[in-house]
């Protein structure tokens, strides 16, 4: 497995397996800390892709001034090793000032869609993602960019901006990968101690509360929110950030749930934000 630094490299290895090779190419961009989870996306990109491209960076334009920019987790040698194992062919992990010229003006901002869930409770994060993301998509030029179901906030921005843009990138969204008691896997749930690891399963039982009413027929969004604002409370060491239902495409609130409806929860489990989510079927 070949690690690549620049854009010019990465752009030369996607040309060069499409054109010269033949191949699709897909795309799995991270931040890195991998887990479990990242390595089901690289699977199913090496599984729909001739060659797969598996970027690492750290973006600091997705992170707020008081956030957690400089304590994320930076695990790079494992990583590669996960992703080596996973069945990437190359790893890309630029620096700051290569994806980020000094003196750069340009960002790609999705406006509406992005200033909502996580969007409203963490101003300019998905301008940094929507940016980083272009970025990655113009230096790989992927066929497929890979991406998880547990970030449903950021694959509604993503594909907007996608269309938007006419990007020829398809994006595919994988399912959310839990731990056996049901945590939906995150970098960040390694700054959690034992006692906020059992909290934050907190999360997952209202996502299961959720999915059990619409699966009995409950539709009210008020309905959703009162029985899930119930469970939380049984928890108060745990900040509730939003409890929404929302349209999975535009991330407009919604009063009546429908197949495709998205139901989403984030809050803080002491010092950590975590967020979970379902579609409704």
Known sequence: MEILRTVAELRAWSRLERNGGGNTVGLVPTMGALHE???SLIRAAAASCGRVAVSIFVNPTQFGP???FARYPRTFEADCALAEAAGADVVFAPSVEELYPQGETAFVEVAGLGDRLDGASRPGHFRGVATVVAKLMIAAEPDLAFFGQKDAAQVAVLRRMVTDLRLATEIVVCPI??????????SRNV???AEERERALTLSRAIR??????????RRAARFTQAVRMTFAEMPQISVDYIALVDGATLEPV?????????????????TRLIDNAILK
């Open 37 to 39: 989870g990242h390595a």
């Open 66 to 68: 008081n956030e957690d």
């Open 177 to 186: 990968v839990r731990e056996a008691d049901g945590l939906a896997l995150s």
């Open 191 to 193: 700054y959690l101690s």
């Open 209 to 218: 509360q959720a999915e059990a009413l619409y699966a009995a027929g409950e």
């Open 255 to 271: 009063e009546i749930a429908a197949p495709g409806s998205l139901f989403a929860v984030a809050a803080w489990v002491g010092a």
